[in-house]
């Protein structure tokens, strides 16, 4: 009896053994899932740092291109009323620099008209004298 009762320990034993390095084994894959897992966390939190700063640089150059569009908004609108005052002034001049030719025009032909004036007169002033 004491030899079965021995032999069913042994066998108790054996199988305290079987299932602790069954235990081992699992524990094992267990800590290489947890390592493959941190490394892929890692993995992602690099990502996000990445994502983060594209994300930030976005941000900074989607205000930069509002205050360019808002500036070239101000730009158009003072353009719109500057182009009709810039084309009244230029059609200002236009009519001042018409008026000066004829001036001028009107001056040349006096001019014309004194210098045969003169001729005449020099012209009278030999015969007569």
Do not use: W, Y
């Amino acid at each position: 009896e004491a030899v079965k009762l021995i032999n069913a320990l042994e066998q108790r034993v054996r199988s305290r053994d079987s299932e602790i390095e069954s235990l081992r084994s699992e524990a094992l894959q267990t800590k290489n899932k947890l390592h493959a897992a941190n490394l892929e966390i890692d993995a992602l939190k690099l990502q996000k740092i990445r994502a983060d700063e594209v994300i930030t640089f976005s941000q900074h150059r989607i205000r930069d291109l509002e205050e360019s569009s808002a500036l070239l908004a101000t730009r158009e609108k003072d353009l719109a009323v500057q182009v009709p005052q810039n084309q009244a002034e230029i059609e200002r001049l236009k009519k001042a620099l018409l008026e000066a030719e004829e001036v001028a025009r009107n001056a040349l032909e006096r001019k014309r008209q004194l210098d045969v004036a003169q001729r005449r007169a020099a012209a009278l002033t030999d015969e007569a004298g």
